[in-house]
């Protein structure tokens, strides 16, 4: 059974830095994608970032310059370098994998239990 477990949420002062981290464990072919997402009271869920299996990324226009994602392929992990955080970044982030579980299957998403980061003074 595919399972995503996210790390790195808490409280940081407005300008600090946090790193998230996801790994995902279970039996996969390949991975085709990363994401991280995130979803504050009141709103709807929205990719922050995302990464290809080939190396190429997307960002959210509000994190640009300001957030990195990363992956490992080795440990079939997806991070997330958040700097200069404001107060809007305040939100359960939740980490996304697109994978497949066996060659020439249908590629399935999954989603990890999400993590808090609250940017506040």
């Known amino acids: 059974q595919v399972q995503l477990v996210e790390s790195g949420g808490g409280l940081v002062q407005p300008g600090g830095s946090l790193r998230l981290s996801c790994v995902v464990s279970?039996?996969?072919?390949?991975?085709?994608?990363m994401g991280w997402y995130r979803q504050a009271p009141g709103n709807q869920r929205e990719l922050v970032a995302a990464?290809?299996?080939?190396?190429?990324?997307n960002y959210a226009d509000s994190v640009k310059g300001r957030f990195t994602i990363s992956r490992d392929n080795v440990k079939n992990t997806v991070y997330l370098q958040m700097n200069s955080l404001k107060p809007e970044d305040t939100a359960v982030y939740y980490c996304?994998?697109?994978?497949?579980?066996?060659?020439?299957?249908?590629?399935?998403?999954?989603w990890g239990r999400g993590t808090q980061v609250t940017v506040s003074s």
């Open positions: 279970g039996s996969i072919f390949s991975i085709k994608s």
């Open positions: 996304n994998f697109n994978v497949q579980i066996r060659r020439w299957g249908p590629l399935y998403d999954y």
């Open positions: 990464i290809t299996g080939g190396g190429s990324t």
